[in-house]
């Protein structure tokens, strides 16, 4: 059966939309992961997702509920313990390797099918159920609904978080509630790459998009474009090679896009500002 003809069954068309679900959540909070320096929350948080789904898998056969409540309680807890930088990135370092431990532990006394453990690390976007499509869909709806009632205050909070909170900006409950969407945006990402590549969709579009525009909006934007190429663009590339895996085509691509954004981006940004400049000067 060829990449065309799979297009046809459920399950690559159920594929296609968790990875378009999964790239506007990511693409859209991967702007603030950057900005606020939490590349190693995402990181930390994805890795204890997997000590959550282990322990679904093991007590209830359901990894993703697992993964969604472990990153839950890990989002509270980083949340808890470590407010400002460099004190968030010792709690998280504390808290993953603890975690990481647990995790091991668990899938030692899973008696299943290895698959199962596997798909937890690198995922299986193949396997998406309706009930799982549905799950995603309410996540999706969830963080746009968050994040378009809080973007304003989160990027003032981000960029400067001392005159936010100067200026009676919540920042430490824009904080919490921050890293609950990126514990829920986590999970789903989870289930396209895995909770080890989980940083190919919520970091990487972000930082090449950032490399084209200094406009939040516009990086925002950009940011969700890439994350969409790359989710399901890797997952037609699956198909249509039939032997690799979606998330080596996903990180793949966006990788690339990140390359062709850090060596293009900045030379249109400069020759954009030499032509306001030349426009101004001739005024």
């Known amino acids: 059966m060829t990449g065309a003809l799979y297009l046809s069954q459920p399950f690559a068309q159920h594929a296609l939309i968790a990875g378009a679900l999964v790239a506007v959540t990511c693409g859209l909070i991967g702007p603030f ?11 930390g ?63 030692g006394y899973y008696r299943g099918f290895a698959t199962a453990a596997t798909n937890i690390l690198f995922g299986n976007i193949f396997g998406v159920s309706n009930d799982q499509l549905l799950a995603l869909v309410g996540i999706g709806v969830g963080v746009v609904l968050v994040m378009s009632f809080v973007y304003r205050p989160l990027l003032f909070a981000s960029v400067d978080a001392d005159v936010a909170a100067a200026r009676g900006v919540p920042v430490r ?17 989870a289930q396209v790459v895995g909770t080890l590549l989980v940083l190919s ?29 790359a989710a399901d663009g890797g997952i037609l590339a699956s198909l249509a090679s039939t032997t690799v895996k979606p998330s080596v085509f996903v990180t793949s691509i966006s990788f690339g896009i990140y390359l062709v954004s850090r060596l293009l981006g900045p030379r249109l940004t400069r020759r954009s500002r030499r032509a306001v400049a030349d426009t101004v000067a001739s005024a």
């Open 173 to 189: 409950l824009l904080g919490f509630v921050f890293l609950v969407v990126l514990a829920l945006t986590v999970t789903a990402a």
């Open 33 to 43: 992961v950057v900005t606020r320096g939490m590349a190693f929350a995402v990181h």
């Open 45 to 107: 948080t994805s890795e204890l997702a997997f000590t959550g789904a282990a322990a679904g898998l093991l007590v209830d056969n359901n990894p993703i509920g697992g993964a969604l409540v472990g990153a839950l309680v890990v989002a509270m807890v980083i949340g808890a313990l470590g407010v400002r930088e460099r004190e968030r990135d010792s709690a998280i370092g504390v808290i993953l390797a603890f975690g990481l431990g647990m995790g091991v532990l668990l899938l």
């Open 201 to 229: 969709l919520a970091i990487t579009p972000a930082a090449a998009a950032q490399r084209w525009t200094p406009n939040p909006l516009r990086v925002t934007a950009l940011s969700i474009v890439f994350a969409l190429v």
